[in-house]
């Protein structure tokens, strides 16, 4: 096993990768920005401190981790990409993926680059300093892990609990932002305005006006509780977190980090909120200029 480490530890030695800083995430992170509107300077940091590479020959061999998309190296500091996500030495953005007209598959992707990015945080940044976060991370949430699932590393386990709530939040945004754009006529990721017939169904349905905003028309969900993942992995074995529910107040700890770190609303109202200061907004009312 030891050899086979050195091997592994080799191999991706021998990856394609450069020298890694913010420039090889810093296009993805303005997609995040500017889908999602999150504050993306903590990512930036994070992305100073690893580098980035493509799978090893024992990864394309199919010895280790060829079944995955991305993962983080805690050896090596390495966020590893299969090839068909990186492009010049830089991780693809949202308008490679429109590009190669695949845009409804970024955010897939983009939740599986943020969680390991959420992997390298606590590896890098959460573990090193003594904030109240981490405090709650090495005693509270760890005692918990330990008495409940016995079995597992509480040390992994945390780390998936961070990362699967970061995939969370991703496809929670995405989810909220498609949604709110398809209720007032707009295709997002086709970029394209519904046809005039149905726009003016829509502007009735609403009682839309020039220079409408956008409003919740459905439930306004706490993001604490919509992002709290329902199991995660640990090398393969399911961690099940319905039978086994995080308390409400850890999941409202843990989401309150995200939510500080990369200024993320605490609702679906304030999503929308931060929609209508936003250029979302303005191509969604470009569709009703000769219109309303």
């Known amino acids: ?19 890694a800083r913010v420039d090889q995430f810093s296009d993805f992170n303005r997609s995040l920005k500017n889908l999602y509107l999150m504050d993306v300077s903590h990512l930036e940091s994070i992305a100073d401190n690893v580098r980035l590479a493509t799978p090893s020959l024992l990864q394309e061999w199919g010895v280790l981790g060829n079944e995955v998309e991305a993962h983080y190296n805690d050896y090596l500091n390495l966020v590893v990409i299969k090839k068909e996500y990186v492009t010049n030495g830089r991780v693809k953005n949202y308008q490679d993926f429109i590009t190669q007209k695949e845009a409804y598959s970024f955010s897939v992707f983009a939740s599986t680059a943020f969680h390991e990015m959420t992997h390298a945080d606590f590896d890098i940044f959460i573990e090193e300093n003594d904030s109240d976060f981490h405090l709650f991370i090495d005693y509270t949430l760890k005692s918990w892990v330990k008495k409940n699932f016995k079995s597992f590393s509480s040390k992994i386990t945390m780390h998936e609990i961070l990362g699967y709530t970061a995939s969370e939040i991703i496809m929670m945004l995405e989810n909220d932002l498609t949604n709110t754009m398809t209720t007032y006529g707009y295709n997002f990721h086709a970029s394209k305005c519904f046809s005039e017939n149905a726009l003016k169904n829509i502007a009735k349905k609403l009682n839309l006006e020039k220079d409408f905003k956008f409003e919740n028309k459905g439930e306004n ?32 700890t ?39």
């Open 1 to 19: 096993m030891q050899t086979l480490k050195v091997l592994y530890l080799i191999l991706l030695c021998l990856s394609s990768t450069a020298m």
């Open 221 to 252: 969900s706490k993001y604490y509780l919509k992002s709290s993942p329902w199991s995660v992995y640990v090398k393969g074995k399911e961690v099940d977190l319905l039978k086994t529910p995080l308390p409400k107040s850890y999941k409202y």
């Open 254 to 292: 843990i989401y309150e980090y995200f939510r500080k770190t990369y200024k993320l609303p605490k609702d679906t109202n304030e999503f929308i909120q931060k929609l209508n200061n936003s250029k979302h907004l303005e191509k969604v009312q470009q569709c009703y200029e000769n219109i309303l």
